[in-house]
T-cell receptor, first 114, second 112 residues
């Protein structure tokens, strides 16, 4: 089975600074997707960014970007110009190309200090 | 477009009872998945339904079951509740092909 590992249970960043959340995964598949989801306290989980494994270019969504290292099976999330509203749990997730089943990491709690 | 709606949002049950949770997906989405979220185990996949058929299933006991109706609404049922079933149950819908999950706010179940 695929596994997703987030080695940082909690991180803190100063407002307006940049922070990088780490994620590694283990798979023998060649067709898959990777995602970062954000779960604010007591609120629903929302998609931050997604990356198709076949794309070499790293995905970017405004202040959020990823560093996708396919050979190393690494998928880190960089948040630039951190804002108070970025404080949340962040989950890295893996989805096989052929199955709509997601594997989630254990999450990283991000604190943003004013 | 309305998002994924889950009901009830909160519920308290006692051991041995059963519970049914409901999920209405985003209009046009035919896939509905269920996840259990606990502090200890994180997010774990329960099952996925697509066009009224269970397409994928996670490693949960048979006490956990689900179904999907012709309008894509889904229900999950947990019978003979145990204390360990206390969790946030998340429903997510997707339009097959996009690969992205859209989550509801969840149903928080407490088993006493």
């Amino acid at each position: 089975a695929q596994t997703v590992t987030q080695s940082q249970p909690e991180m803190s960043v100063q407002e307006a600074e940049t922070v990088t959340l780490s994620c590694t995964y283990d798979t023998s598949e060649s067709d898959y997707y990777l995602f970062w989801y954000k779960q604010p306290p007591s609120r629903q989980m929302i998609l931050v960014i997604r990356q198709e494994a076949y794309k070499q270019q790293n995905a970017t969504e405004n202040r959020f970007s990823v560093n996708f290292q396919k050979a190393a099976k690494s998928f880190s999330l960089k948040i630039s110009d951190s804002q108070l509203g970025d404080a949340a749990m962040y989950f890295c997730a893996y989805r096989s190309g052929g199955f709509n089943k997601f594997y989630f990491g254990s999450g990283t709690k991000l604190n943003v200090k004013p | 477009k309305a998002g994924v709606t889950q009901t009830p949002r909160y519920l308290i049950k006692t051991r041995g009872q059963q519970v049914t949770l409901s999920c209405s997906p985003i209009s046009g989405h035919r896939s509905v998945s269920w996840y259990q979220q606990t502090p200890g185990q994180g997010l774990q996949f329960l099952f996925e339904y697509f066009s009224e058929t269970q397409r994928n299933k996670g490693n949960f006991p048979g006490r956990f079951s689900g179904r999907q109706f012709s309008n894509s609404r889904s229900e999950m049922n947990v019978s003979t509740l145990e204390l360990g079933d206390s969790a946030l149950y998340l429903c997510a819908s997707s339009w097959q092909g996009s690969g992205e999950l859209f989550f509801g706010e969840g149903s928080r179940l407490t088993v006493l």
